[in-house]
């Protein structure tokens, strides 16, 4: 699976972003976005499974962004709306098999990772 992540920039507090991630369209279990501040560890944004029927956010994030997929063009959204300048990190898209859904959050259920896009929110 070759995941590419796009969509990142420059935005100031309070504004919105899509982030899209396109993979290569082998059938996985699920997808995530994760994100990783300068100095922090990767950490869950969101996730969701291949067809679309469990999602999970992380709840810093909850009703704020929003997690979807389009099987037509294999490609995943992340939608950041209300962005605030904590959110400014490089996120990744992710995909993986073999974990259940009360596990998405975690980084190690994820085989494959495509490169960041960075998102900077100014105050």
């Known amino acids: 699976v070759q995941l590419q992540a796009s969509g990142g920039g420059l935005v100031q507090a309070g504004g919105s972003l899509r982030l899209s991630c396109a993979d290569s369209?082998?059938?996985?279990?699920?997808v995530g976005w994760f994100r990783q501040a300068p100095g922090k560890e990767r950490e869950f944004v969101a996730a969701?499974?291949?067809?679309?029927?469990?999602?999970k956010y992380a709840d810093d994030v909850k009703g704020r962004f929003t997690i979807s997929r389009d099987n037509r063009n294999n490609t995943v959204y992340l939608q950041m709306n209300g962005l605030k300048p904590e959110d400014t990190a490089v996120y990744y898209c992710?995909?993986?098999?073999?974990?259940?859904?009360?596990?998405?959050?975690?980084?190690?259920?994820?085989?494959?990772w495509g490169q960041g896009t960075q998102v900077t929110v100014s105050s």
């Open positions: 992710a995909a993986g098999t073999g974990y259940s859904s009360n596990q998405y959050h975690l980084v190690g259920a994820y085989r494959y």
């Open positions: 369209g082998r059938i996985v279990a699920y």
């Open positions: 969701m499974s291949w067809r679309g029927d469990r999602k």
